[in-house]
């Protein structure tokens, strides 16, 4: 049996909620006070807790749609719904079992709880109605969870004291259900015997006892006479396990190990409780901030080897997590992401994801892009430099992506749809979250016809066989057959770029994602267009210049690239060429055409850090209209 749905009215920050999970393995993903742990919490009201935790519902519970007391709800609801019971857990709930259609059982359970003042009144039912019955304590027993909250002291639980983590543990294991005959209970008699004799006549601890007891006899009336002995252990099995402790040591070393190692033992001896052969109960284990002390990569192989134990042991977890690292490691349809009041499970039931879009995005999806699953808004981008530079414009315009929570995800490709399909549902609740696609039109500028009426008959006079000849005309004809094979006029070009612009954007636009396309060719050349084209321009010639030493350069040298930069630039408009051709010259003549091109990558550092370096209140970047596409893009994202 397996925790299929959670249903939460009016508790804590959830009005309304319903979480569907999956067998195996649940990563609850989003940002601080999402409320995954209220989630957790709600679970472990209805179910309890193996170690017996004080778990009972408080004023803050019930929901308030603000901080006026007044609005506080005097109720609230929890259900779980547990499915596919096997015939051995449904014999300890028959009286509170219900069937579905099909004939598929199911149980249900639901705590209701009001106030009235500040007295909160509950109760626990089950069954297949709205009425139900009260649970007796045996049923209630075999429905308790494991649980491991999140700023866990594996150290202090694992160490020997009168109720500890470990004792509890122990305790509820099989190997110990024989409490009055156990192995362990003669092994210690022994042990105090052994004690014992070492405090009596002969022995070096005699004179001591004596003294001890002297004293007593001094203390003592006459009708209560007094005598202490040295012991391990009380006689009982459970004050024997109560002096056990647990370490973790390195093999290969044989040293302690510190405080993420403890808390990996930690997990392990919690996970005991769900191995339990022949068990009849619940086989759930509720785990906050998985991540807890560990580093990334003993993260990733707790959750690769939790996924698995799930799976092998027919064991269904529930984890929270606040790490992109996890998030990205999991199998696409374990993840639950909990936003603005809602829950999203990410399995091909609920999302507009293909089959193969799983399979690319669960072997591409790294942590670095996982971060969207925590955002309050998401810019999808296909390069470096859009990912460099979108920041530093968005801060120039006052509109700083941090401080708005927006995550720019670099896709590497033009893969978009793959991941913003991530966002679109089948059904409600929708995501609200923004998703903003930046991408290029890719129709080059009808400036590119003169630049690609390449010469043939003049490759060929330096071709030194037939091969080779065809091979240059092979390339001239690519990269002209747009334009020269089908000799395009000014007015086809255009009518193609804004054809392609609204293919993208039928293409991209669903529910709160959204596309915005560079209205001229690429990123690179638009921003040549653009009011900021000579700043462009100052940070290609810098480029240019060092190339050979890996762009590095000192601060004169700099002012000097500029310098030069804005006279080349200036000598430009000075024969009267048009913005366009400037452009033209800038992006594709000397950023890309050359036999060693520039890096974009490389162009965008340098040029972000020239606008880091400008007062930009005169270049008008906001009113531009090639870059309102950049500038749209950042206000739609920030606009929650």
């Known amino acids: 049996m397996y925790l299929r749905k959670l249903k939460i009215n009016n508790f804590r920050k959830f009005q309304n909620l319903k979480v569907e999970f999956t067998k195996g393995l649940n990563l609850l993903v989003g940002e601080n006070d999402a409320g995954k742990t209220a989630i957790v919490d709600a679970i472990k009201y209805v179910l309890n807790t193996q170690s017996l935790d004080y778990i009972r519902p408080s004023y803050e519970d019930f929901f308030n749609s603000s901080d006026d007391e007044s609005h506080r709800t005097e109720n609230f609801y929890i259900e779980c719904i547990f499915e596919d019971l096997k015939s051995h857990e449904a014999s300890s709930f028959l009286e509170w079992l219900g069937f579905y259609d099909d004939g598929k059982n199911f149980l249900k359970i639901w705590l209701s709880a009001k106030r ?253 892009k996982a971060n969207l699953f925590f955002a309050n808004g998401v810019i999808l981008v296909e390069g470096d430099a859009e990912n460099i530079l979108l920041p530093i414009i968005a801060k120039k315009i006052g509109k700083n992506l941090s401080d708005y929570g927006v995550s720019i995800v670099n896709v590497g490709s033009v893969a978009f749809l793959r991941y913003s399909k991530i966002f679109l549902r089948k059904a409600e609740p929708h995501f609200i979250v923004p998703v903003a696609v930046i991408t290029d039109v890719d129709v080059k500028p009808f400036q590119s016809k003169e630049l690609f009426s390449l010469n043939i008959e003049k490759i060929s006079n330096f071709s030194k066989s037939n091969e080779l000849l065809i091979l240059a005309q092979k390339i001239v004809k690519k990269k002209t057959k747009y334009y020269i094979e089908r000799n395009l006029k000014f007015e086809e070009v255009e009518k193609k770029r804004t054809n392609t612009i609204t293919k993208k954007i039928i293409k991209y636009d669903e529910e709160k994602v959204k596309s915005f396309i560079a209205p001229y060719w690429t990123l690179e050349y638009t921003i040549a267009l653009s009011c900021l084209s000579k700043l462009f321009y100052q940070a290609i010639y810098i480029c240019k210049k060092t190339y050979s030493r890996d762009y590095v350069y000192t601060e004169s040298q700099k002012n000097t690239y500029i310098e030069e930069a804005n006279i080349k630039y200036d000598s430009w408009e000075s024969i009267g060429k048009t913005r366009e051709d400037i452009a033209f010259i800038i992006y594709n003549n000397t950023m890309i055409k050359e036999s060693n091109p520039l890096s974009k990558a490389v162009v965008a550092q340098v040029f972000g850090q020239i606008l880091n370096e400008t007062d930009l209140s005169t270049y008008n970047i906001e009113t531009d209209d090639k870059l309102k596409y950049l500038v749209d893009a950042i206000n739609y994202v920030t606009s929650n």
Request: hydrophobic share 35%.
């Open 116 to 368: 009235k003042d500040r007295k909160i009144f509950y109760e626990i039912r089950a069954g297949a109605d709205d009425e139900g019955s009260q649970l007796s304590g045996e049923a209630r027993d075999y429905l308790r969870v494991t649980y491991l909250k999140a700023l866990r002291d594996a150290e202090s639980e694992l160490s020997p004291k009168k109720g500890s983590r470990l004792s509890q543990i122990l305790d509820s294991h099989e190997v110990f259900e024989d409490k009055e005959n156990h192995e362990l209970k003669e092994i210690m008699r022994i042990t105090n015997e052994s004690i014992e004799t070492y405090f009596s006549v002969g022995n070096g601890g005699e004179e001591l006892m004596e003294s001890l007891n002297t004293y007593l006899k001094e203390f003592s009336l006459i009708t209560n006479k007094l005598e202490s002995k040295f012991l391990m252990s009380g006689s009982s099995l459970k004050s024997i396990l109560e002096k056990l402790g647990l370490k973790i040591f390195n093999t290969s070393e044989n040293n302690s190990q510190g405080l993420g190692s403890q808390n990996l033992l930690y997990i392990a001896a919690e996970l005991l409780l769900l191995k339990k052969t022949g068990y009849a109960g619940l086989k759930l284990g509720l785990i906050e901030e998985i991540e807890a002390h560990l580093h990334p990569q003993t993260q990733i192989k707790l959750i690769e080897a939790i996924q698995n134990i799930g799976e092998i042991n027919d064991i269904q977890f529930i984890m929270t997590t606040h790490s992109p690292n996890l998030a990205s490691k999991i199998k696409l349809k374990n993840l639950i992401v909990i936003k603005n009041g809602n829950a999203y499970p990410m399995g091909s039931e609920y999302t507009k994801l293909e089959k193969g879009d799983y399979y690319f995005l669960e072997r591409f999806l790294d942590s670095t």
